[in-house]
């Protein structure tokens, strides 16, 4: 499948992705938004319902009183004498007590024109008194009315006077409270007080908790008192959070799983491209390979050639010369087999190492020994510092000398031709750690580069030059045995200056 296929398939899918988790998130908010609503509105109208309750108590409360003070008073009745001729109205009140006494009152109404308010002109007749009676008990049920309207608003204005602490059972009122709030849906705690019109705290529930007050409900107590007189009821609920977002843990399972689902794709994705990108570098590496093994491959078939043509004088400088190629060659061709074999480390966790005990100077000093001559033929030379006091530890000999191998063949690759190649290798102790220090002045590696250059088939770019060959393999091998091993590996360089790798590794244990 062509890249530019799987980048469009990428691009759709994750399009979708993301869309569908907008659309579920867009869901879940007014979702949330909906249950915020109707729990503001239950609580609200809970609190309606409480402040309501309080005033009809405390009207039911106030009347049983004023029943109470007429305890005694067992029967009441008024009889009406009407008389025209003195146009005087007559009220005789009798009033009979529980222990059977009888008191009788007399209240006598006089009117200038009696005869025009109360009597029509038919004077005389039976339909006559009885429309003036009627008129008249009219008249006493209206002020009796008015006079009873007054009594309760005196009763209603004098509450308002009592402080809140003794207008308000307060035990009633948060049973009350937790009476409505089950009748609207709502079983979770909560916490009350309740304030003065000026703000003073009146009362606070026993178990008070500040937690949540932030989102107090307010309801008015005594609506209809002066507003100096008036109460206010705060009701939090701490666990207000968890009550409103309990009916969506379907939803967000939902959206845990869409996520599960993206991250899968992502991951899927990733290693899509990283696989691509690695079968191109995979190729590039074929392609350096054939390169690399090519060169030695025909300089020993040129001197094989020319060890069998007989047209050609062998002599015995000719001899040894051709010997020297083909012997100088096949160990070049060796190593870069190795290198290839190299590829096979990294499908395991760990090298199959043959552990030994080794003195790193005396390995150290025998691979600069062998190395010497190329670089010389370079036209550089090797400083070495083996100032290590504590030289002994524990490796692979074969392993740990091609990492050194590796590193001053990267100095070589990497010199600068308009200076002499200057290559340092030093060893010192950190105290149970040996150190070895590889140093060349040659082109330098640029920032960017220096994080990736210990990973598989990562090259240095060189611009438009291709004399400097390899597999990308070198460095990533030089890192896998020294963690391998226990030990540490980084490197230090600035561009056109040179390089600097620090190996660190445990010594010997006693």
Not at 156 to 168: F, G, M, Q
Not at 185 to 211: P, T
């Amino acid at each position: 499948m062509k890249k530019s296929t799987i980048s469009i398939l990428a691009i759709v899918m994750g399009i979708s992705f993301v869309g569908l988790l907008i659309l579920q998130m867009q869901y879940i908010e007014e979702t949330i938004g909906m249950r915020k609503l109707h729990f503001d509105e239950s609580v609200s109208r809970s609190l309606y319902q409480v402040s309501r309750h309080l005033e009809v108590k405390e009207a039911t409360r106030y009347l049983e009183q004023g029943a109470a003070a007429m305890d005694g008073i067992a029967t009441a009745y008024d009889s009406i004498i009407v008389s025209t001729d003195s146009s005087v109205i007559q009220r005789v009140h009798r009033v009979t007590a529980k222990d059977g006494s009888v008191f009788t009152s007399l209240e006598t109404t006089a009117s200038t024109n009696i005869s025009d308010k109360y009597f029509t002109k038919q004077k005389g007749t039976v339909p006559y008194k009885n429309r003036s009676l009627q008129e008249i008990m009219k008249q006493r049920y209206d002020y009796d009315k008015k006079l009873l309207d007054e009594v309760i608003y005196s009763m209603l204005y004098t509450a308002s006077d009592r402080p809140l602490e003794d207008r308000i059972d307060f035990n009633e009122l948060d049973q009350e409270i937790k009476t409505e709030l089950s009748n609207n849906g709502i079983n979770i705690e909560y916490h009350f007080s309740v304030l003065a019109s000026n703000g003073r705290v009146v009362y606070r529930c026993s178990d008070y908790d500040v937690k949540g007050e932030d989102l107090s409900y307010t309801e008015t107590l005594f609506k209809n008192d002066p507003v100096q007189k008036m109460g206010v009821l705060k009701v939090h609920f701490p666990e207000q959070g968890r009550f409103i977002y309990s009916s969506m843990k379907f939803i967000m399972l939902s959206v845990m799983f869409t996520l599960v689902l993206l991250a899968t794709f992502i991951i899927t994705l990733v290693l899509v491209f990283r696989q691509k990108k690695l079968t191109e570098v995979k190729n590039d590496f074929i392609n350096n390979m054939t390169h690399e093994f090519k060169t030695p491959i025909s300089s020993i078939s040129l001197a094989a050639q020319m060890l069998s043509d007989s047209s050609v004088k062998k002599t015995p400088q000719m001899l040894e010369r051709l010997t020297s190629t083909i012997n100088d060659e096949t160990k070049r061709l060796r190593f870069q087999v190795e290198k290839v074999l190299q590829l096979s480390m990294y499908d395991h966790r760990e090298a199959n190492l043959k552990m030994r005990e080794i003195d790193a100077n005396e390995l150290i000093a025998g691979v600069i020994h062998t190395f010497a001559l190329k670089v010389e033929k370079n036209g550089g030379k090797i400083i070495s510092s083996l100032k290590a006091e504590d030289p002994i530890i524990y490796v692979d000999d074969m392993h740990f000398t091609n990492v050194i191998f590796n590193l001053m063949d990267n100095a070589v690759k990497y010199k600068r031709n308009d200076i002499e190649l200057e290559l340092k290798v030093s060893t010192w102790n950190e105290g149970k750690k040996l150190c070895i220090s590889v140093q060349d002045n040659g082109i330098g590696i640029k920032k960017d580069d220096l994080k990736k250059i210990f990973e598989k088939f990562y090259r240095v770019h060189t611009g438009n030059l291709h004399d400097v060959k390899g597999f990308g393999l070198g460095l990533a091998y030089v890192k896998k045995i020294i963690i391998n091993h226990k030990g540490t590996i980084h490197a230090e360089s600035e561009l056109g200056i040179g390089t600097k790798f620090i190996i660190k590794l445990p010594l010997m244990d006693d």
